[in-house]
């Protein structure tokens, strides 16, 4: 099954998201960067909103994992790895699945490795650091996209993110192109890693990706789901849109592994 990740700012636009069905809800504060923290109040009240509606994880009548299944997920941007995320990752509640930490300025596979165990030992056990890539690494100064996505693999990272540092409208397809998203897509299957597209992606870009044979686990959108873009409110009915069409999209693999 193919996720639908709709980034949020606060509560009223968490709220939004949990009405229209979004699997996995992100926050993050648009109006300071890619992957800039919000006020970490917000992530408390989200956590409490899921505590109030949905059973502890894990906890089933039924002796099943049901919890999981039938609450979204929530997931935090931390800000960027030279920006301070040491100063919020603290407050980040249990309830939270995902924590981000974009990688600007990191230039080497041993900065990037300490970088993220660092962070997974800040966040603690019961969430999952997903590993970011940027499409434009040379404006974020860092390491490229396929290199970080192969050592996300190798350090056994299960969930991996291309994003654009830059949000000027270009979006991580037109940095990268088809042959390289498929690159991606390999070096996933290869590693069991399952992979999100964002940056600047649009409902009409998803017909594209599936005829060039590119196929993320994930889309992660926030612009093309608001009335003016990446840093106005919120869209029902864009939302619609795209939590229907995801839903029609089926898992592919690119590689060996058929199935993850």
Known sequence: MTDLLVSVRDDGEFEETLAAGVGIIDFKE???GPLAPVDPAVWHSAALRIAETNPPRGVDPGGGDASIASRPRLSAALGEAEGGWQS????????FDFAKIGPSGIKTSAAMQQLWKS?????GPNTELVA???ADSESASCLPTEQVFQLAGECGFRRCLVDTFV???RSSIEHLGYERLRTLGRIADQ????????GSIRLAMVELLVAEGVFPDCYAVRGDVCDQGRRGRLCASRMKSWVDRVALL??????????R
Do not use: H, N, T
């Open 30 to 32: 648009p109006r300071q």
């Open 88 to 95: 919020v990752v603290s407050r980040l509640p249990r309830a």
């Open 119 to 123: 962070a997974s030992l800040c966040i």
């Open 132 to 134: 970011v890539a940027y």
């Open 167 to 169: 949000k000027d409208g």
């Open 191 to 198: 590693a069991s890693m399952k992979w999100s597209l964002a």
């Open 250 to 259: 089926q898992p592919q693999s690119l590689g060996p592994i058929e199935s």
